[in-house]
């Protein structure tokens, strides 16, 4: 059983379009991000949700909006895509982050990668 | 606010050689500190974490990596390099101390080419 779970695996859509990628964990993890990965591989958080709730929310457009319907999913929606939104996306997730868990280890899924034209 | 610097983008060796790939932090008050690699096409992997205690870290894959404070350092090593160790690396870091910096930070990775 694949442990986090994202798709699609590819995703191509024109400017101006509305897309989603989906994210699920069966880790029993309640802590799940997303991070946007650039041409050149660097990686950079995007959102952070702890329990359905958004503890990260770094500088990122209005057009990305995340979604956590429970503890198990987390959704990225973006609006009027733009070129500079091609990139691919992980989602991941932990156990909760407290005073003493800042060590937990992260499990990523294997990406999303989204074009576009 | 926290940062990582993986100061080559490229790090060629050969089979069977010693490998290293470098990594520096910046953080205020101690550290927790990470390797992870990536392999082609896919997800994040987690190698090796430094929490306390020892200063050489022992993870996956025969991999260590030590933690040199005076140095703000955390450099990955591996005494003998296998073809299959090509991948991306990445070195992260996130403060101990408790606060708002507390989501964990990437350097910009190393691409680790082993040569036959």
């Known amino acids: 059983d694949t442990a986090v779970s994202q798709t699609p695996k590819y995703l191509v859509t024109q400017m101006g379009n509305d897309k989603s990628i989906k994210c699920e964990q069966n880790?029993?993890?309640?802590?799940m991000y997303w991070y946007k990965q650039d041409s050149k591989k660097f990686l950079k958080i995007m959102f952070s949700?702890?329990?359905?709730?958004?503890?990260i929310n770094e500088t990122v457009p209005n057009r990305f909006s995340p979604k956590s319907p429970d503890k198990a999913h987390l959704n990225l929606h973006i609006n009027s895509l733009e070129l500079g939104d091609s990139a691919v996306y992980f989602c991941?997730?932990?156990?909760?982050?407290?005073?003493?868990?800042?060590?937990?280890?992260?499990?990523f899924g294997a990406g999303s990668r989204l074009t576009v034209l | 606010a926290q940062s990582v610097a993986q100061p080559e983008d490229q790090v060629n060796v050969a089979e069977g050689n010693p490998l290293t790939v470098k990594c520096t932090y910046s953080?205020?008050?101690?550290?927790?500190l990470f390797w992870y690699v990536q392999y082609p096409n896919r997800g994040l992997q987690f190698l090796l974490k430094?929490?306390?205690?020892?200063?050489l870290v022992k993870g996956s894959y025969g991999f260590e990596a030590e933690f040199n404070k005076s140095q703000t350092s955390f450099h990955l090593k591996k005494p003998s390099a296998l073809v299959s160790d090509s991948a991306l690396y990445f070195c992260?870091?996130?403060?101990?101390?408790?606060?708002?910096?507390?989501?964990?930070?990437f350097g910009s990775g190393t691409q680790l080419t082993v040569l036959p």
């Open positions: 991941a997730s932990s156990r909760r982050q407290g005073a003493s868990s800042g060590a937990n280890v992260l499990t």
């Open positions: 992260a870091v996130r403060p101990i101390s408790s606060g708002s910096a507390r989501q964990l930070t």
């Open positions: 949700y702890n329990n359905k709730e958004l503890i």
């Open positions: 880790l029993g993890h309640d802590t």
């Open positions: 430094y929490i306390t205690g020892d200063n």
């Open positions: 953080v205020s008050g101690n550290p927790y």
